[in-house]
């Protein structure tokens, strides 16, 4: 089975910075996807950035960008120019290349941007 | 944009009653989810539908539970005898089957709260 680990249980950021979450995961499987969605007070969860584990470029977009290390299994999100709309928690998700294709959270990170 | 939709936003019955939460998801989608998330805790995966009938289900999801695509739109989620521990936000997933197959997307969630 899937795990994955988000070892930050808190961060908080000042506007303007940028800021790094961690996410670890164990797999025994070589072809999978990545996910970090954002999870705001109104509890929605919105997709931020998905990453192919066949591809070895890092995937970004606008702010949002991500460091893939495949041989050490770690996937952490980095947020540049934080913003105070950047406050939420964040999960990484796992998604195995298998029937169900089911996601596998980590436990999130709330994020406190500060002005 | 296409989004899934899921209805009531919130939910309150008493222990033993039977809820149906439901969900349209995104039209041309094939491959539904629903998951769940107790207050403060990780999101948790119960259960994949494709092609009319189950993929893949959790340990959470045990014979009280049942979902169904009555329609070609509706995908529901039932529990027959909630109980206390049943209380947690429920979100409902949908992803295509070609193009970028491998993005779930989320609908808002539906809070159940078990009196």
């Known amino acids: 089975a899937q795990t994955v680990t988000q070892s930050q249980p808190e961060m908080s950021v000042q506007e303007a910075e940028t800021v790094t979450l961690s996410c670890t995961y164990d797999?025994?499987?070589?072809?999978?996807?990545l996910f970090w969605y954002k999870q705001p007070p109104s509890r929605q969860m919105i997709l931020v950035i998905r990453q192919e584990a066949y591809k070895q470029q890092n995937a970004t977009e606008n702010r949002f960008s991500v460091n893939f290390q495949k041989a050490a299994k770690s996937f952490s999100l980095k947020i540049s120019d934080s913003q105070l709309g950047d406050t939420a928690m964040y999960f990484c998700?796992?998604?195995?290349?298998?029937?169900?294709?089911?996601?596998?959270f980590g436990g999130g990170t709330r994020l406190m941007v500060k002005p | 944009e296409p989004e899934v939709t899921q209805t009531p936003s919130h939910q309150v019955t008493q222990m033993g009653q039977e809820v149906i939460l439901r969900c349209v998801p995104i039209?041309?989608?094939?491959?539904f989810y629903w998951y769940r998330q107790i207050l403060g805790q990780k999101v948790e995966f119960l259960v994949s539908?494709?092609?009319?009938?189950?993929?893949?289900k959790s340990e959470i999801f045990d014979d009280q539970f049942s979902v169904e695509r009555p329609d070609g739109s509706n995908f529901t989620l039932k529990i027959r005898s909630t109980k206390l521990e049943d209380s947690a936000m429920y979100f409902c997933?949908?992803?295509?089957?070609?193009?970028?197959?491998?993005?779930?997307?989320f609908g808002p969630g539906t809070r159940l709260t078990v009196l």
């Open positions: 039209s041309n989608h094939l491959y």
């Open positions: 998700a796992f998604m195995g290349d298998n029937a169900g294709n089911m996601l596998t």
């Open positions: 797999t025994s499987e070589n072809n999978y996807y």
């Open positions: 539908f494709y092609n009319n009938e189950i993929s893949e």
């Open positions: 997933a949908s992803r295509e089957s070609t193009g970028n197959t491998d993005t779930q997307y």
